[in-house]
């Protein structure tokens, strides 16, 4: 070849390699098309809600809210996310329900204890001993009745969402071994901020405190109560066994968990993404349900290596005996539903 051609063929070469990069550069911002230009920019920013949970982020229902934030995050292709504040972060129980009902938190994960508060047609669902054993209970909530309850708060400004798993709840103290009733008298036990826990942990004889959850320890500590109540995992995971060492296994409730969203903040949202939401949520439960188990077992076993005093009621008939004016106090609507929930298979 001529050193002429050469210099030819070179020429071309550049011209072409600099015709590739000036269009690549080009290419890089497309005209929008006519359907981008009618939507919503792709880079626009991701929905970003709050949810407020009361235990540290390895206790098993915040796995749940986790489960459930994942879930939708992954459905809405990252478009919805769900920031989880475990350990009170956002504030005890009572307070946070409150600022959901104003939209100031979109959603929480709590007992229905203190919901009862807001929607006391709750305090149904919460009765002691009305529950056979955890299956009767998740054939309720996963049923009809759960269903029409879950449906039930949205007069207090809430969407109920889903259930979680909460186990049974027992007494512990940090005065002496409790076998009955009678042992409890004079007691001064803390109880949620519930009126019918008030009511229970009195028709025992004991002299119920309402008191918040993140309060509990030190109050234990103190001397300020002798007492307080509830499942093995949240009896481990505050230290609880540490400061109150006699536990009784009366399992006088099974108080389900609630996830609520704040109505308002649901309002703004289109149909199709609170469906999204409603259905992560109901499938965050089995999930959250099997985390429980696990935990429970450790709890148990963790309980039980630290030498506490851990009392068995083979005979639970006086304690159920004692929760009988709880019954007769129910409002006939309320009684009817208490019925209907026993004949749940
Ligand atoms: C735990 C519940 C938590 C309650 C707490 C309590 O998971 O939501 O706040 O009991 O006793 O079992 O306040």
Redesign the pocket.
Known sequence: MKKSRIILVMLVIALCALGTVWAGGKAEQPAPSASQQSQPAQSAQPIVLRLAE??PADYP?TKGDYRFADLVKERSNGRIQIEVYPSSQLGE?KAVIEQVQFGAIDFTR??I??LAAFSPNFDALQMPYLYRNEEHMWNVLKGPIGKEFLASVEPANFVGLCWYE?GA?NFYNSKREVKSPADLKGMKIRV?QSELMVNLVTALGAVATPM??GEVYSALQTGVIDG?E??W??YYSTSHYEVAKYYTLDEHTR?P?ITIASKISMDKLSKADQDLIKQAAWDSMDYQRQQWADYEKVAIEKIKANGNVITQIPDNSAWQAAMKPLYDKLSPALKDVVAKIRQVQ
């Open positions: 009361t235990h229902t129980e709590v007992s204890s203190p909460s709840r949620q918040a959850f307080a509830n499942n995992p949240s108080v968990e």
